[in-house]
């Protein structure tokens, strides 16, 4: 088993940065990827960005792309998002997943093994 713990979401203005922290324990020995997830009020589940650390790569929607980072602290076995200009369309519940497979980074929720508790980004405009 791998329990994530999510941190680091809050309200900010627009224009503004947020960095969240997805850290992983337990069997984390046969983990290669991780990906966030948000959820905004009376959506589906979005994808955001994820990482595939065995290949080096990364993959973002369109909607972040520039302006979110992910990247993955191997020592502190974690995952970051980190979030720059920030828009209000940002708002949502952001959850963090993490999954085995070696070589690829995925797009959709089955990709992933764990999941986090989910962390709130209000975005204010």
């Known amino acids: 088993q791998v329990q994530l713990v999510e941190s680091g979401g809050g309200l900010v203005q627009a224009g503004e940065s947020l960095r969240l922290s997805c850290a992983a324990s337990?069997?984390?020995?046969?983990?290669?990827?991780g990906g966030w997830f948000r959820r905004a009020p009376g959506k589906g589940y979005e994808f955001v960005a994820g990482i595939n650390w065995n290949r080096d790569i990364t993959d973002y929607a369109d909607s972040v792309k520039g302006r979110f980072t992910i990247i993955r602290d191997t020592p502190k076995n974690t995952v970051y998002l980190q979030m720059d200009s920030l828009k209000p369309e940002d708002t949502a519940v952001y959850s963090c997943?993490?999954?085995?497979?070696?070589?690829?980074?995925?797009?959709?929720?089955?990709?992933?093994?764990?999941w986090g508790q989910g962390t709130q980004v209000t975005v204010s405009s």
């Open positions: 337990g069997r984390t020995f046969d983990i290669y990827n």
């Open positions: 997943g993490v999954g085995s497979s070696r070589y690829t980074v995925g797009r959709t929720l089955s990709h992933y093994d764990y």
